[in-house]
């Protein structure tokens, strides 16, 4: 399984942007690049993924390098209720499953 | 949107008996659910991948006679902790997919159950 690179931890206030950044480097040209997030003593959430170009929904946006080596998971403005794990994962055609790395705790103050 | 319930949210249980998780999905069929175990301030680790009406496929280094796995239906797998024990502690969560869906699809997650072995 292809891995990837997140920061430990961030900072943010809130109704501030956030660009949480994921490196894969070894990313697969069938691989999907999945974001999640997890809040405290809950299950984990899908966020948003995409494979090639950059997406947009509700949540958030997720941009997408060129070369697919990295992504960036973007909440335009951050709330309180955004302050979570968020993990990057990329999702071979192959397989169903994700595997998740160590994400990155995203703490948003008032 | 799909709804994946997790029962129990929580179970505390003596050292030695057995424990079990069920793990529905609310309206839509899965073929396919997940179960993860993850210690505090850990991530997530896959444990096992469950396909119903076939046996599950546990990834290395887990138990298979520990975590019995049962995907009888669609809509329902069960996970039994067998004879826990206090290093059992940990907080398990299911997930699951659509039926036939592409593997770019997105996985819904249960709400977790936290299981303490005294």
């Known amino acids: 399984d292809a891995k990837t690179t997140q920061p430990n931890s961030m900072e943010s206030n809130e109704e501030e942007p956030v660009h949480l950044p994921c490196n894969h480097s070894t990313i697969s040209g069938t691989d999907y690049i999945h974001w999640y997030r997890q809040l405290p003593s809950q299950g984990p959430e899908y966020v948003i993924h995409?494979?090639?170009s950059n997406v947009n929904n509700r949540m958030a946006s997720l941009a997408i390098a060129e070369d697919r080596k990295s992504s960036t998971l973007i909440l335009h403005r951050a709330t309180l209720r955004d302050a979570a794990v968020y993990y990057c994962i990329l999702r071979d055609v192959g397989t169903d499953k994700l595997i998740f790395g160590t994400g990155t705790r995203l703490q948003v103050f008032p | 949107g799909a709804v994946v319930s997790q029962h129990p949210s929580w179970v505390i249980c003596k050292s030695g008996t057995s424990v079990k998780i069920e793990c529905r999905s609310l309206d839509f069929q899965a073929t396919t659910m997940f179960w993860y175990r993850q210690f505090p301030k850990q991530s997530l680790m896959l444990m096992a991948t469950s396909n119903e009406g076939s046996k599950a496929t546990y990834e290395q280094g887990v138990e298979k006679d520990k975590f019995l796995i049962n995907h009888a239906s669609l809509t329902l797998s069960t996970l039994t902790v067998t004879s826990a024990h206090p290093e059992d502690s940990s907080f398990y969560i299911c997930?699951?997919?659509?039926?036939?869906?592409?593997?770019?699809?997105?996985?819904?997650f249960g709400s977790g159950t936290q299981l303490s072995v005294l």
């Open positions: 995409g494979l090639t």
């Open positions: 997930s699951a997919s659509f039926r036939g869906s592409v593997t770019n699809e997105k996985l819904f």
